[in-house]
């Protein structure tokens, strides 16, 4: 074929030709930008998920203002049933209180060393406590421990008969020595 034979080939088939010719350049721009095709359909797929997200957080966030002030009341509430460790004679004073309301008699209260990694956040300040008193009594110094106005946690509990309380006393006496932890904060 010549240059002439093609030039009068698209002079007798204009329309034609140019429609093969945009056929041809529109196939290679699809070819070209298939790519791209899958690329932006993985960004949509992403803002999509953003999206979701972002209506979903608007409208679970209707009583945001209230459940804030709830739980922030509700932390006021935690930290003060916490101790702090260097206020000895307060902590004291809360053993010594509970002495008095349940009757029994407090023979020993020690606080014992803060462990090393208690510099930051919350901890539990040891103490060992002996009390003397009747079951019943004993219990319920244990009880008003253990539901207090502090958070408590006991560690070792050992139960004893008192030295010279006898068989033929009239209330069974019993020494109890209690390791516990109270929460607080350095």
């Known amino acids: 074929m010549t240059s002439a034979d093609v030039f009068s080939f698209l002079k007798k088939h204009p329309v034609g030709v140019a429609c093969g ?6 196939a290679a721009l699809i070819y070209f930008r298939s790519s791209i095709i899958d690329e932006k359909q993985s960004e949509y797929d992403s803002k999509a998920a953003e999206a979701a997200k972002i209506i979903s957080n608007v409208s679970l966030s209707k009583n945001l203002r209230e459940q804030v002030d709830e739980i922030q009341v509700q932390t006021k509430d935690l930290e ?7 206020q000895l004679a307060i902590n004291l004073q809360y053993f010594y209180k509970l002495e008095a309301e ?5 023979l020993d209260v020690r606080p014992n060393a803060l462990p090393r990694n208690s510099a930051t956040g919350y901890s539990g300040v040891p103490y060992n406590v002996t009390v003397q ?22 560690t070792n509990v050992v139960f004893g008969k008192a ?7 009239p ?3 019993m020494t109890v020595t209690i390791n ?3 929460l607080g904060v350095p």
């Open 80 to 86: 003060s049933r916490l101790i702090r460790a260097g």
């Open 102 to 106: 349940t009757e029994v008699k407090l």
């Open 21 to 26: 010719l945009l056929s041809v350049i529109f």
């Open 171 to 173: 209330q069974n006496i």
């Open 163 to 169: 030295s010279g309380g006898g068989d033929s006393s």
């Open 180 to 182: 516990l932890e109270l």
């Open 133 to 154: 008193g009747p079951y019943k009594q004993v219990m319920v110094f244990l009880n008003r421990l253990e539901h207090g106005r502090h958070f408590c946690r006991f």
